[in-house]
């Protein structure tokens, strides 16, 4: 029994060592059928290619080649990047495996057997498929199949390039890249037509290099409020679109038949050849109102924009609707009253509530001097401070100056004013194209007053800020008083 025994252990045991040794030969066998390379293992001419379909897990598309121009099978009208689909189809134009696997016994361990994604590419002679299967657990290279009974791996990732949104092929209108904008047009139910001009005398500071041209005058525009708007124009998201084929049928269901707004931006910009060009263009604004279903709710506005020369129509979000819809010479001018280089300020006279005080803007006087000491402090005499004097005293005018910058007009208008001077003021400057500039406040209620500045009305100014003026000023004759 115990020699039985013996035997039927060895003989186990003799099984087993035929098994390792078998399972030793396999993985031989397996390692052995993996080979490196650097093989093209497909090549594709997208100018013979009729179509190109790909289906994944998550979803397919499809588009076919009509007379060299790419078109989207589920609907010919979509606008299809020309460019960025030949881009998308460079990625193929011949791919590279870095190792292959022969006498493939089991797919499903490569997930080619359901692979991730199926891309088809069909020309003249038939189809040539390219399956997208797994990763490789050792280098993280993704295993794929062109059918020809073999696995590759690739370097080079292309299920990277492969999108299921026909979105991101989409023709979108592409906005000038321009070195610098020189004109904003504004037509519909507001106009404006700004121009820069860095190099014109047009206004008494040199702090404005925007000008409303419309009326045949250079009158000055607040720089940052038009490079906020053209910022906004160029910033517009051009991704939520409604349609892509505006025919005149559709437009007048977006409000485009007979548009709200009409902008233009002009500049220029470095073509292909390095040479600065002239380039534009030009946004279309139209408003669809939809009525409040309850009495208590507002009704609801949607608006919507499109770029002369595409057929594409997108939702206009209510923020740049809000600026955009508001353009005009009153929503570009400046808010402050007085933008100036204050030290060129040589006298200010003011009047208010009867009294008058000349303010003068120099160097004080000195007493007599020797004809040496006069000499030895020439230089010193022209870089002396400017002082603030009235009749020959110097006076403390640093609130009255405050004062003076922060005066704003909240609300731009012709209103005439017809009622009492609150003050009035005439400023002179070291300025030989603009040497005098006059400023006027008048009452119109407990709440504003009504400004004026070199003979033309503004519009509504804060009272309280007239009144700081005001006191700054009282404070100053009681000084001088006293």
């Not at 709200?260 to 604004?285: M, P």
């Not at 669809?288 to 608006?303: H, R, Y």
């Not at 006087?365 to 030895?376: L, N």
């Not at 005439?426 to 709440?447: A, K």
């Amino acid at each position: 029994m115990k020699r039985k025994r013996n035997l039927i252990i060895l003989a186990a045991i003799f099984v087993a060592l035929i098994g390792v040794i078998t399972a030793e030969k396999l993985v031989t066998r397996h390692v052995d059928k993996i080979n490196t390379t650097d093989e093209i293992i497909l090549s594709i001419d997208s100018n013979e290619l009729k179509s190109v379909s790909w289906v994944c897990e998550d979803g397919e598309l499809s588009f076919e080649n009509r007379d060299g121009c790419w078109y989207s099978s589920e609907d010919e009208n979509f606008p299809v990047n020309q460019e960025k689909f030949e881009e998308f189809l460079s990625n193929f134009s011949e791919v590279h495996a870095g190792f292959i696997i022969d006498d493939i016994e089991n797919y499903s361990q490569y997930g080619i057997d359901e692979p991730e994604c199926t891309v088809t590419f069909t020309d003249d002679s038939g189809e040539k498929l390219l399956k997208l299967g797994g990763y490789s657990t050792m280098d993280s290279k993704r295993y794929v199949s062109v059918e020809d009974g073999r696995v590759y791996l690739i370097d080079d990732d292309l299920m990277d390039y492969i999108s299921l949104e026909r979105d991101d092929f989409m023709q979108q209108f592409e906005i000038p890249a321009f070195d610098e904008v020189t004109e904003l047009i504004v037509s519909g139910k507001n106009s404006a037509q700004a121009v820069y001009d860095e190099e014109g005398v047009y206004s008494h500071t040199d702090e404005y290099n925007w000008y409303e041209i419309s009326t045949g005058e250079y009158r000055y525009l607040r720089d940052s409020k038009v490079e906020s708007a053209i910022s906004t124009l160029n910033g517009l998201a051009l991704s939520d679109y409604v349609s892509y084929t505006a025919s005149s049928e559709q437009l007048s269901d977006y409000g485009l038949d007979n548009p709200d707004h009409i902008i233009t931006v002009k500049g220029s910009l470095e073509n292909e050849n390095g040479e600065e060009e002239n380039a534009e263009y030009t946004v279309y604004i139209g408003t669809v109102t939809v009525p409040a279903e309850d009495e208590d709710e507002e009704d609801t506005v949607n608006a919507y924009v499109r770029y002369e020369g595409s057929e594409i129509i997108y939702n206009l979000g209510s923020s740049s609707y809000e600026t955009l819809s508001e353009l005009s010479y009153n929503s570009l001018r400046p808010s402050e009253i007085l933008s100036l280089d204050w030290e060129s300020i040589t006298e200010i006279e003011i009047s208010m509530d009867g009294e008058s005080l000349d303010v003068k803007h120099e160097v004080p006087a000195k007493e007599e001097e020797t004809e040496e000491e006069e000499d030895a402090e020439e230089e010193e005499a022209e870089e002396a401070e400017l002082q603030y004097m009235v009749d020959g005293k110097v006076i403390d005018f640093n609130d009255a100056l405050a004062a003076l910058q922060f005066l704003t007009v909240e609300s731009f208008n012709d209103e005439k004013a017809t009622k009492t001077v609150e003050i009035s003021l005439v400023i002179h400057l070291d300025n030989e194209d603009y040497p005098q500039l006059t400023l006027s406040f008048y009452r119109l209620d407990g709440e504003y007053c009504i400004a004026e500045f070199n003979g033309e009305i503004l519009g509504y100014t804060e009272r309280a800020q007239v009144a700081d003026l005001k006191e700054a000023v009282t404070c100053i004759i009681l000084s001088l008083e006293s």
